[in-house]
């Protein structure tokens, strides 16, 4: 299984203005700083090198399978908010494109699932024959356009570790070792962690 980041999030969970108010910081002096901290902080947290293993603002990526499975397809980094397409190379060779009404697609449970409405079609023997393009993310549809709808205690242990990056800017501080995630960040985080390896 490999995944292959097609379209990146938008915007990041947390916003300039909430972490300069949760870093107590009121003017624009070190705004590059903090842009830049809150880049790293989320990407400590999400996709699927990330702490959660979730997909925490709307992105697309694509899931590369050398084959169909016998059965089901779990989709990784939950919430899933859709399966884009299903590409296939059939057994000469020839991408297709499998048509929504041969699967069903699952985005209430977590991870996500992809069921054959029948059996999968044969691919061509050879590495990469399966592309699912799913779109990942939380998205609050109730506004337009669509935005992200991270639940507050993601954000809350995002904005818990930028404060640690923010108070030890450099690599090592004296006495101790490179910045982790804080204990409280990590307690509000593993609720919603996914382990990668059942997904």
Partial sequence: MG????TPPPLYPITLAEAKLHLHVDHTDEDTLINILIDAATAHVDGPTGFLGRALINQTWQLVLDTFPDNEI???????IEVVEILYDNPIGDETVLSPASYTVDNVNEPGWVLPA?????TFDGINAVRIVFRAGYVDTGVSPA???????????ILLYLGSLYANREQV???TSAVPLPWSAEQLLKRKRIDLSMA
């Fill in 3 to 6: 995944l292959k980041l097609i």
């Fill in 74 to 80: 779990k989709i990784p980094m939950p919430p899933l």
């Fill in 118 to 122: 029948d059996t999968w079609p044969d």
């Fill in 147 to 157: 935005q992200g709808k991270v639940p507050g205690d993601i954000k809350a242990a």
């Fill in 173 to 175: 501080v004296v006495g």
